[in-house]
């Protein structure tokens, strides 16, 4: 069985249990990412993201995500979502901004 834990400080609640953390095997860390990579990554990520214009990948990452594959896995989710309310759903500037609401409500 295999256990991912994300976000900041999950790697400090696994220790602070001796149970736990003598049943970790490895650590990894996933770092941003890099510019020209991301095209490559986020289509190999998910199929939904296989089809769409590498320009268009690059605005999604420069707009919203920044490199941070957590925020891609977050609106991947939306995306599914979204297409099972609209099966024949594009990806265009349009439902790409209300995702990108999604993932972050105004203050």
């Known amino acids: 069985m295999v ?9 400090r609640a696994v220790v ?15 770092g941003r990412l890099a510019g020209s990579g991301v095209v490559a990554r986020v289509s190999a990520f998910h199929l939904l993201w296989a089809g769409v214009a590498g320009e268009e990948v690059a ?4 707009f919203c995500m920044h490199g ?3 925020t891609w896995a977050a609106l991947t989710m939306h995306r599914q979502n979204a ?9 265009d500037g349009a ?6 609401r999604r ?3 105004p203050a």
């Open 3 to 11: 256990l991912v834990l994300c976000g900041a400080g999950s790697e």
């Open 16 to 30: 602070r249990v001796p149970q736990w953390v003598s049943r970790v095997c490895g650590w990894q860390e996933v």
């Open 59 to 62: 605005w999604v990452d420069q």
């Open 68 to 70: 941070v594959l957590r």
């Open 83 to 91: 297409l099972l309310t609209v099966p024949d759903a594009t990806v």
């Open 95 to 100: 439902l790409l901004r209300r995702l990108f």
């Open 103 to 105: 993932l972050s409500p």
